[in-house]
């Protein structure tokens, strides 16, 4: 009688440890596919095609804000000022979310563009305003 | 004789892990390894661009078409008139190419007027593309619409844009 409870005991510690096994195994692969889509090298390439996607189909006058969350948590996880990692420069979207990296993706629009952060509320700076300011002079 | 057979399930469902793990990783870095190609809706706005300034509510800009002629000064100045600006410093050669035809209503065969700015170049690469898209090629995408000049004759305007790009979104 008493051998018998020790086998049934075995077996089911055997399953426990089966089941643990492939729940740790399942949670390895789901951490690994969203680590994934937050790669500095995805979110800069995203980040810079939308920004020039957006000042394209933009008129002069027009303040456009992008919620940059993201980006901000991988900046500062790579000590990466958050003032810092959009950069307007001819016609040209500049973002930069890691010491070594950043992606640069061009726009049409002849426009002059500046932007910074959103400070409206000093507690959660997240997003990045974006000026569409005139349209740049040609002599 | 049984906990042979437990080992040999063990094993067996071991290398299915490793199987089942190895593709997901496979299929995640050939995903994400992939550029995102957002040149089709660049094209997009680059004829929404392109038809903002040609036209308004349904009438030709006064600059473009006057008294029933079309301006030659409108179509050497298009992209400075247009705010449309093709030359980057990321690119050595421009990487847009568009193509405006004007067609009277009375004769849809043949344009009376056309606009053509940006890498010429470009252009083959949508004819190779008639039959079959190829990724690493240019996209091209045209579209076409009626306006009225001020006299209220009825032109069809045809706009061709192409976007290059390719290093950026293909791989």
Redesign the interface.
């Known amino acids: 009688m008493k051998k018998e409870i020790g086998k049934r005991g075995a077996i089911l510690m055997e399953n426990v440890v089966f089941i643990i096994l492939n729940l740790l ?1 399942i949670s390895i ?1 789901i951490v ?2 969203l680590k ?2 937050e ?1 500095a090298i ?1 979110l800069e ?2 980040y810079a ?1 939308y920004i ?2 957006v000042i ?2 933009a008129k002069p006058g027009m303040e456009i804000k992008i919620d940059m969350e993201k980006g901000k948590k991988l900046a500062e996880k790579n000590n990466i000022d958050f003032d810092e990692i959009v950069k307007i ?4 979207v500049k973002i930069k979310l890691s010491k070594n990296g950043e992606y ?3 726009f ?4 002059n563009v500046t932007c910074y952060p959103d400070t409206s509320n000093p507690e959660d700076v997240t997003a990045y305003i974006f000026k569409i300011n005139e ?2 002079a ?1 002599e | 004789m049984n906990k042979r057979g437990d080992k040999l399930l063990s094993i067996y469902w071991f290398a299915i ?1 490793v199987l089942i ?1 190895g593709g ?2 496979l299929m ?1 870095y050939n995903f ?1 390894n992939h ?2 190609d ?1 040149r089709e ?2 094209a997009e ?2 004829i ?2 392109v038809a903002d300034c040609l036209s308004s509510e349904g009438k030709i800009n006064s600059e473009l078409i006057y008294e029933g002629n079309f301006s030659e000064e409108f179509e050497e100045n298009f ?2 008139k247009c ?4 030359e ?4 050595e050669l421009p ?2 190419y568009t193509e405006i035809n004007f067609y009277n209503s009375s004769d849809l065969d043949s344009s009376v007027f056309n606009i053509t700015k940006g890498n010429k170049n470009l252009v083959s690469g949508c004819v190779i593309q008639e039959e079959k898209e190829y990724e690493r090629e240019v996209k091209c995408v045209e579209e076409e619409f009626f306006s009225f000049d001020e006299n209220n004759n009825l032109y069809l305007i045809k706009i061709l844009s192409i976007v290059r ?1 390719t290093e ?1 979104n293909a791989k």
């Open positions: 195994f692969l690994f596919l994934q889509g790669g995805v390439q995203s095609k020039a996607l394209d189909a420069s001819g016609n040209s640069i993706y061009s049409f629009n002849d426009v349209y740049n040609h | 892990l793990a997901i990783f995640v994400y550029p995102y957002v809706i660049e706005v680059l929404n661009s992209l400075e705010h449309l600006a093709f980057s410093e990321v690119w990487q847009y790009k950026k």
